[in-house]
């Protein structure tokens, strides 16, 4: 074999590896960005998830104020059906203790929503800085496949030269 043929073959061999690095560089971007768009869309469903925790506790509340009417109102006609008069003395100071029960029922539900829409609004942000991370590191590997592929050329181009002088 002449060393032109080994000198061809060296060129051949170094461009092959040069694409070989970059296409691996390019495959772990994509790889990368697509990790990055599961993360966003992660992030989306959480923050859906946060403002329906919201938007449902707030229903379930309002269900909750008319069925305490219906109760109260049952309540108070049961005692004048009695006899009783329900805007003083023991009927109303029950019915005071029963709207002061259902009031603080109220806020630990608006308490319990928020913790929980908090909780799935801090999983939208871990997702978002996952999906930057990916990004961040689609870039490396695109940087470094880069560096390979140049180093590769220039390393090879030199054994090729030197092939080619000492033939």
């Known amino acids: 074999m002449g060393p032109e043929v080994a000198i061809g073959m060296q060129v051949a061999g170094t461009a092959i590896s040069a694409m070989g690095s970059l296409s691996a560089g390019k495959g772990a971007k994509r790889a990368a960005e697509f990790n990055a768009q599961v993360a966003e869309r992660n992030a989306k469903t959480a923050e859906i998830k946060a403002e329906n925790i919201q938007r449902t506790t707030e229903w379930s ?65 871990n997702e978002r800085m996952r999906g930057s991370l990916e990004r961040m590191k689609g870039k490396i590997a695109m940087r470094t496949a880069r560096a390979q592929a140049f180093g590769t050329l220039l390393s090879n181009a030199g054994s090729a030269y030197t092939t080619y002088k000492t033939a």
């Open 61 to 125: 509340i309002q269900d909750s104020r008319k069925e305490f009417r219906k109760l109260n109102d049952a309540t108070q006609m049961a005692y004048r059906g009695n006899g009783w008069l329900a805007t003083s003395g023991t009927p109303l100071k029950r019915a005071l203790a029963n709207a002061m029960m259902f009031e603080e029922d109220i806020v630990v539900q608006k308490h319990k929503a928020n913790v929980a829409s908090l909780e799935q609004e801090e999983i939208a942000t």
